[in-house]
């Protein structure tokens, strides 16, 4: 099976997989500190504990080794200050991958979530038989939404969805970019 490369070096930015025990006090601090930050757009911080960051980490590798989510920590100038990811949900239609991407909120405004998710874009198109991929995110989280619009994504659609986070509308927006849109060899 075709999988992503585990280590992707850029500059002074590293996308690495989690390591389950190693990771677990500074992932759980980085999630702590940002908490205010990512309350408003991710329902899974309203479950935040050292307890559901540990069974979190500790379902990446198989996570991985199946190609269905590989998660990576973002490291910036050796410290971890977000993830990333590359799934595919069970409803997605063959070819298609979604990235998804959080950031503590002292990483933000720098660039890295882009570069973060270019790289993850990058990644997609290597795959055998991807053709597009989606970032998928409320329509009023506009700092989301930024990163698709740079990188050359397009709204693909919007759909009606439960809200599950303070701040969501119950909209989501997807953007989508695909291989030839991406210029990247079939």
Sequence with gaps: M??????????DLTLRPFDAEADLAELVRVIDESLDHLRPWMAW???????TTAEFLAGRAERWASGDECTWAIVLDGAIVGACQLFRH????????????????????RG????????????AFRLPGVEYVEVVHDAANHASGAIPARLGFTEHLRRPVERLAPAETGED??????????DVPV
């Excluded at 911080?45 to 307890?51: G, K, R």
């Design 90 to 109: 069970a409803d997605t239609p063959a070819g298609g991958r979604e990235i998804g991407y959080w950031l503590h909120p002292a990483a933000t405004g």
């Design 2 to 11: 075709d999988l992503p490369q585990r280590v992707i070096e850029l500059d």
């Design 173 to 182: 927006q997807i953007w989508r970019l695909t291989r030839r849109q991406a």
């Design 112 to 123: 890295v979530a882009t570069r973060a998710a270019h790289a993850l874009v990058d990644q």
């Design 45 to 51: 911080v309203a479950d935040h504990s050292p307890a």
